[in-house]
């Protein structure tokens, strides 16, 4: 089981930028896609973006495309999510995912294996 911790969310106002990241345990993290998701109270927890273990292909929800970068880095177990251009309605829990099958970049909640506890993102206007 991977464990997955979230850190780096915090307030900030429209326009500005954050970075998020998300550790993960053990030693086969370059083995498996991973996702970023979000979500706010009374909706359900949507897709953000994902990316394949290698690292070259990226995947993006388009109300943060263009916006929001998705990197990992497997030495160090860690994907990240960098926000710009930060909109009050990107304000959310956000959480990073390990897909159930490890090859597949999860962007449905039912495609991810594994929640972080997430970290909370809020832009104020």
């Known amino acids: 089981q991977v464990q997955l911790v979230e850190s780096g969310g915090g307030l900030v106002q429209a326009g500005d930028s954050l970075r998020v990241s998300c550790a993960a345990s053990?030693?086969?993290?370059?083995?498996?896609?991973m996702g970023w998701f979000r979500q706010t109270p009374g909706k359900q927890r949507e897709f953000v973006a994902g990316?394949?273990?290698?690292?070259?292909?990226?995947y993006y929800a388009d109300s943060v495309k263009g916006r929001f970068t998705i990197s990992r880095d497997n030495a160090k177990n860690t994907v990240y999510l960098q926000m710009n251009s930060l909109k009050p309605e990107d304000t959310a829990v956000h959480y990073c995912?390990?897909?159930?099958?490890?090859?597949?970049?999860?962007?449905?909640?039912?495609?991810?294996?594994?929640w972080g506890q997430g970290t909370q993102v809020t832009v104020s206007s």
């Open positions: 053990g030693r086969t993290f370059g083995s498996y896609a």
């Open positions: 990316i394949e273990r290698s690292g070259r292909s990226t």
């Open positions: 995912a390990v897909p159930r099958s490890i090859l597949v970049v999860p962007t449905t909640t039912e495609s991810v294996g594994s």
